[in-house]
Nanobody, 126 residues
Framework: QVQLVESGGGLVQAGGSLRLSCAASGLTFSNYALGWFRQAPGKEREFVSAINWSGVNTAYADSVKGRFTISRDNAKKLVSLEMNSLKAEDTAVYYC???????????????????WGQGTQVTVSS
C-alpha cells in the first residue's frame, strides 16, 4: 500500500521560511517523479513544483520560482520543499504526489500523478 505523508507545515509570518517534507512508503521510490501541489480555500489545486526520478531535473510554477526549492533523497524515500520569502498568497494546504515516471522531465499536470498525500497546512500571516 502506497503512502505519502507530509510534514513541516505551520504558521509563519510573511517573509519567513518553512521546509515541507514528504515520506513515501510502499513504492519503488526511484521509479517515481514527485510533485508538490497546493490548494487554497475556494480555489482549485494547483501545481507548485516537481522533480524527476533522479533529482536532476525540476520544475516550478512561476509564482514560486526563485523562492521555493524542491529536492529528493532516494535512499531515504523523502522529497522536500524549501520555501523562502513566503507571502500571504502562499497560504494553502500543500500536497505531495507521486507519478510513476522515469522521464527526463517531471510533469506539472495534476492528472498525471498516481498517488497523493493527505496534505499539510501552510499559513502565512501578513
Amino acid at each position: 500500500q502506497v503512502q505519502l505523508v507530509e510534514s513541516g507545515g505551520g504558521l509563519v509570518q510573511a517573509g519567513g521560511s518553512l521546509r515541507l517534507s514528504c515520506a513515501a512508503s510502499g513504492l519503488t521510490f526511484s521509479n517515481y517523479a514527485l510533485g508538490w501541489f497546493r490548494q487554497a480555500p475556494g480555489k482549485e489545486r494547483e501545481f507548485v513544483s516537481a522533480i524527476n526520478w533522479s533529482g536532476v531535473n525540476t520544475a516550478y510554477a512561476d509564482s514560486v520560482k526563485g523562492r521555493f526549492t524542491i529536492s529528493r533523497d532516494n535512499a531515504k524515500k523523502l522529497v522536500s520543499l524549501e520555501m523562502n520569502s513566503l507571502k500571504a498568497e502562499d497560504t494553502a494546504v500543500y500536497y505531495c504526489a507521486a507519478e510513476a515516471s522515469v522521464a527526463r522531465h517531471p510533469s506539472g499536470a495534476r492528472g498525471h500523478y498516481d498517488y497523493w498525500g493527505q496534505g499539510t497546512q501552510v499559513t502565512v500571516s501578513s
